[in-house]
């Protein structure tokens, strides 16, 4: 019983967290680097946790994993600049089933290069798409984008790129998050945190094994607007498992 009214008392923490985000400076270099972020603020406490992401993906423990089940639709309405990512907003209606719990999918953002590493590979880019279950649980999905064609879904989102941070463009028609998946939804799977502060914990993460590919002027146009690196190195893994 201690240990849930502690567990309550860490998520409310996090929910203020989150609305204070805007007063706490936090970034990807320097003293408001991923090196610096827990002691920034009590807020950003949980990213010196020990179940934090993103991780090397290696050390696979066998798991009867089920299939993934998705039922998304045209929902992508708006594409935002928020000075950490490039960030797509999606209408309420689409969501992921996991473990027989529907998680609603919220937006979707990018990370270049990735976060996540798979056996110790980097990917140029990384796609989280970001979902919620009824009582705010949220679990992660997680597409690498390997260098290679030009990734027509992605071209059709670059083109609405919102080049300045705080920029908001509406997309119309709106966008279809699946056009972004790879066709095979083989997955890896651990539990995590928000890569970003206040890096809450508990949070389900879902890796997908099959990279989609983007090509290397679709990188660059990514890289020029975000103008950083906006990955968090990746994080010990300390007690955890990853399942496949
Ligand atoms: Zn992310």
């Given at each position: 019983?201690?240990?849930?009214?502690?567990?309550?008392?860490?998520?409310?923490?996090?929910?203020?967290?989150?609305?204070?985000?805007?007063?706490?400076?936090?970034?990807?270099?320097?003293?408001?680097g991923?090196?610096?972020?827990?002691?920034?603020?009590?807020?950003?406490?949980?990213?010196?946790?020990?179940?934090?992401?993103?991780?090397?993906?290696?050390?696979?423990?066998?798991?009867?994993?089920?299939?993934?089940?998705?039922?998304?639709?045209?929902?992508?309405?708006?594409?935002?600049?928020?000075?950490?990512?490039?960030?797509?907003?999606?209408?309420?209606?689409?969501?992921?089933?996991?473990?027989?719990?529907?998680?609603g999918?919220?937006?979707?953002?990018?990370?270049a290069?990735?976060?996540?590493?798979?056996q110790?590979?980097?990917?140029?880019?990384?796609?989280?798409?970001?979902?919620?279950?009824?009582?705010?649980?949220?679990?992660?999905?997680?597409?690498?984008?390997?260098?290679?064609?030009?990734?027509?879904?992605?071209?059709?989102?670059?083109?609405?790129?919102?080049?300045?941070e705080?920029?908001?463009?509406?997309?119309?028609?709106?966008?279809?998050?699946?056009t972004?998946?790879?066709?095979?939804?083989?997955?890896?799977?651990?539990?995590?945190?928000?890569?970003?502060?206040?890096?809450?914990?508990?949070?389900?993460?879902?890796?997908?094994?099959?990279?989609?590919?983007?090509?290397?002027?679709?990188?660059?146009?990514?890289?020029?607007?975000?103008?950083?690196?906006?990955?968090?190195?990746?994080?010990?893994?300390?007690?955890?498992?990853?399942?496949?």
């Amino acid at each position: 019983m201690k240990k849930n009214l502690f567990g309550a008392a860490m998520l409310l923490a996090s929910f203020s967290a989150f609305a204070a985000e805007h007063h706490a400076h936090w970034g990807y270099n320097g003293e408001t680097g991923p090196e610096n972020w827990a002691k920034l603020t009590p807020e950003f406490g949980a990213c010196a946790g020990k179940n934090q992401t993103p991780v090397n993906l290696t050390g696979f423990i066998k798991a009867d994993l089920k299939p993934l089940k998705f039922n998304y639709k045209t929902g992508g309405s708006q594409i935002l600049n928020n000075g950490h990512t490039v960030q797509v907003v999606y209408d309420a209606g689409s969501n992921v089933v996991i473990d027989g719990v529907e998680y609603g999918l919220k937006q979707f953002h990018f990370h270049a290069p990735s976060e996540n590493l798979i056996q110790g590979e980097s990917y140029p880019l990384e796609g989280h798409f970001v979902h919620a279950d009824k009582d705010g649980n949220l679990a992660v999905v997680t597409v690498m984008f390997k260098e290679g064609h030009e990734n027509t879904a992605l071209k059709n989102l670059w083109a609405h790129m919102p080049a300045k941070e705080g920029d908001k463009i509406a997309l119309s028609p709106a966008f279809n998050a699946q056009t972004l998946f790879p066709n095979n939804h083989a997955y890896y799977r651990f539990s995590g945190s928000l890569t970003t502060p206040p890096c809450t914990e508990g949070v389900r993460w879902i890796v997908l094994k099959k990279p989609a590919f983007v090509s290397k002027a679709q990188i660059d146009a990514f890289k020029k607007v975000m103008g950083q690196d906006n990955n968090r190195p990746v994080q010990a893994i300390n007690a955890r498992e990853i399942l496949e």
